[in-house]
Structures are given as C-alpha cells and as structure tokens.
C-alpha cells in the first residue's frame, strides 16, 4: 500500500455531461472544497448542460468540445492537474445498431487523452466498465477479480476493454501516470432513459408498459452513482499508479427482480411488462469483487440499501419530467424500430 496522497487542484472530467460524469462533478464540489472542474463535453444525445447547472462557475467550467480534437485536448490538458475520462459512447444497444461512434470516441478518444497526458506528464484515470470481462453463468460462484481474463462480447464493451488496453500500455511503455477503475452498472438520478432503470420508470410515468427482454433472468451488479464517484475520488487521489481497481457494492439482481421492485413502486401488478426480443449476445451475468478496492484504500459504499435507492431515483424522475421528457420519444422510436 503506498501512503502518497494526490491531491489536484484543477482536473478536467471528459463527459461531465453525461450521466455518471456529472454525479461525480457534483460530487468533487461538494466534497473537495479546494479543487476547480473543466468539464470536456460534445454534448451527444448522452450530454446534457443541465446536468451540471447550478454548480458555482468559479468552480466549474463547461468547454462544449470533442476528445478527438487533439489541439483542443492538448490545451486543455497542458493546464490542468489531472484528467478524469468518463466521456464515452456508453450503450450497448446502440453499439449493435452502429458500431462506428463507440470506435472513434472509445478507442481513438482515449488514444487523444493519453498522448496529452504522458506529453505533459499530468496524471490520467480512466473510468471504464466491468463488461470488459465479459459475463459469467447464473450458477457460477465466481465473480470478477482485476485478475480476470478479458473477454468482452459487444461492440460497447470491446471499444472499452480496447481502450484500457491503450492505457494499460502507455503506463507500461512511456510511463503514463494512470489508473484504471472497472465498475458495475450504475443507477440513480441523470441517467439517460435508454437506460434499463429509467426506461422502465418514464414508461410507468407515461402508463406505458415496461419492456423486458429475453428471459429476464440476466443479472446485473448495481451501484449507486454516488458510490461509484466516491471510489473513482479514492482511487485518484490515493490508488497506486499503474494499478485496475474493480469497483461494486455487492448488488446482484436479476433484471425482472428489478422491474417487479420498479412494478411494485407504481402500484401495477407484477406481470404487467411486455416481454421482447432479447439482445444480440445479451451478456448473462456480472458479478464484482471489489476486495482490492475495499482493503486497500478503505473504500465502502454508502447506498447499500437498493430498496431505497432505487424508491429514491424513481422519486427524482417522477419530480424531473422536464429533463428527461425531451428525449423520450426519439429513444422509444429507436427501440420501436429494434423490436424492442
Ligand atoms: P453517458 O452516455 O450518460 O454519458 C457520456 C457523456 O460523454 C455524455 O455527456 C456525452 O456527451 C459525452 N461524450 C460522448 N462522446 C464524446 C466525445 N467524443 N467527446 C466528448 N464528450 C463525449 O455515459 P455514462 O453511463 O455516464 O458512462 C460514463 C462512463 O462510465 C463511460 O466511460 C462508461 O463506459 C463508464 N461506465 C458506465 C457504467 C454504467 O452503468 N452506466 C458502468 C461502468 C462504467
Ligand atoms: O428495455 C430494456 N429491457 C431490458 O430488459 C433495457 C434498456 C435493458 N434491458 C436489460 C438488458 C440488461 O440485461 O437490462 C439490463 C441492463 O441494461 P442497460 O441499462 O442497457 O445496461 P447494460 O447493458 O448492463 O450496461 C450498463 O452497465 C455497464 C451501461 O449501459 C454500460 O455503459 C456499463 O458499462
């Protein structure tokens, strides 16, 4: 364990406007006092400004831009501490629909970033996704160590375990200061309604049926968002350079688990979903052992109670229509068009 502390004054978080960035935006100004955000955001249909309004501007600063413009990259990152790179394509039925933007943002994005960071030596963490891992039987007790082979399975999902492996060796070969973080899926307020969460929730909102797909039985590993921004914090300011940390909260569900919780939450009965065509090589299950992260920097989550979690983000949609309404008609039309 090493006892150096980093501590930034200036970094710059790449997809500030999207929906985990932002938490963790919200999250460094409310806990680290003395550090200053330059969010980089291209503002996709992922992005969106609103995300971050309100916050202090002498503690935030949105620059509207893309990771791949190099210039402006190399700008950004000649005057900052750190970079804390969350932008990406993040959803994998997008990735089936058209690959080609996960390449460029994922792969050659990451690939702009850390040519910045090793030319000015500034410190690099890349956030990036359990999926990399590919998935894991329903009845299989293991769950996945930062020993774990990679073996991802969708275009999202081979564009990240791609881009960890640039950054993998740019630490091994030039040196780069980075650390990477590999989290589960992630739930709470921000998140985009392609999303199976929010999906299901504005669907209810909207006295539509939720959709689910295939067997329902894919199990995923939940975390709030506000843990995940508290372990990427720990592992910037106090991980070991060159080091994966796996980060999850113990939260293994089933998908229609979830969906009857979300049911239940609405007063609907607990079979009123549609069933619908599964997802190409829909992974089965993720599961995260998060001991390393736990023991070594003294991490815990604090939202371990998914009930009230998840009563508290179905809260904040039903209160934040305004936000989300905008982009529900296109997404559902996108899902239409997939039998979906
Ligand atoms: P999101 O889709 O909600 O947000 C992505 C953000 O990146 C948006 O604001 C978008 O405008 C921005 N962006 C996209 N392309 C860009 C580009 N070329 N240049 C600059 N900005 C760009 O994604 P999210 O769910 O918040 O995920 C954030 C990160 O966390 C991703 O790297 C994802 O792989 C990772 N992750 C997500 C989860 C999850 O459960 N959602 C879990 C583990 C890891
Ligand atoms: O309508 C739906 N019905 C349904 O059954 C949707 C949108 C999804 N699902 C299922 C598919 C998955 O088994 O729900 C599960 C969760 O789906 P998503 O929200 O699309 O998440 P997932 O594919 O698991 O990926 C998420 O977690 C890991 C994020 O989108 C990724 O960015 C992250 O890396």
């Not at 503002?43 to 969106?48: E, H, P, Q």
């Not at 910037?236 to 909260?249: D, K």
């Amino acid at each position: 364990m090493s006892n150096d502390i980093f501590e930034p004054r200036r970094i710059i978080v790449t997809g500030g406007c999207g929906f985990i960035g932002s938490n963790f935006v919200h999250h460094v100004v409310r806990e680290h006092p003395g550090v200053r955000v330059t969010v980089l955001d291209k503002l996709t249909y992922a992005g969106n400004p609103e995300n971050i309004a309100g916050l202090p501007s002498d503690r935030v600063e949105l620059v509207v831009g893309d990771i791949c413009d190099a210039a402006l990259v190399d700008r950004l990152v000649s005057e900052t501490d750190a970079v804390v790179h969350y932008a990406a394509e993040s959803h994998n039925d997008n990735s089936i629909a058209d690959p080609s933007p996960f390449l460029e943002t994922n792969v050659r994005g990451t690939y702009t970033l850390i040519e910045a960071c090793r030319k000015y030596g500034v410190r690099y963490h890349h956030v990036s996704t359990d999926e990399v891992y590919g998935d894991l039987a329903l009845d299989d007790p293991a769950r996945f160590t930062e020993e774990t082979p990679y073996r991802p399975s969708s275009p999202y999902s081979s564009t990240k375990a791609a881009s960890d492996m640039l950054v993998r060796a740019w630490a091994r070969t030039f040196g780069l200061k980075a650390t990477i973080s590999n989290c589960s899926n992630n739930y709470g307020p921000y998140q985009h309604v392609e999303k199976f969460i929010p999906r299901q929730v504005t669907n209810l909102i909207d006295g539509a049926r939720p959709r689910l797909y295939g067997d329902g039985r894919n199990v995923r590993d939940w975390i709030h968002t506000e843990d995940h921004s508290s372990a990427v914090w720990a592992i910037l300011t106090r991980g070991r350079v060159g080091e994966t940390y796996l980060v999850g909260a113990d939260g293994e569900r089933d998908n229609i688990t979830v969906l009857r919780e979300i049911l239940r939450a609405f007063g609907r009965p607990e079979d009123d979903f549609d069933w619908v065509r599964d997802r190409p090589g829909h992974d089965r299950r993720y599961a995260i052992d998060a001991t390393k992260l736990r023991r070594e920097l003294g991490w815990e989550p604090a939202h371990t109670d998914f009930a009230a979690g998840l009563a508290e983000t179905i809260r904040w949609y039903r209160d934040n229509e305004p936000w989300w309404r905008p982009a529900k008609e296109a997404t559902e039309a996108r899902y239409r068009a997939q039998g979906q």
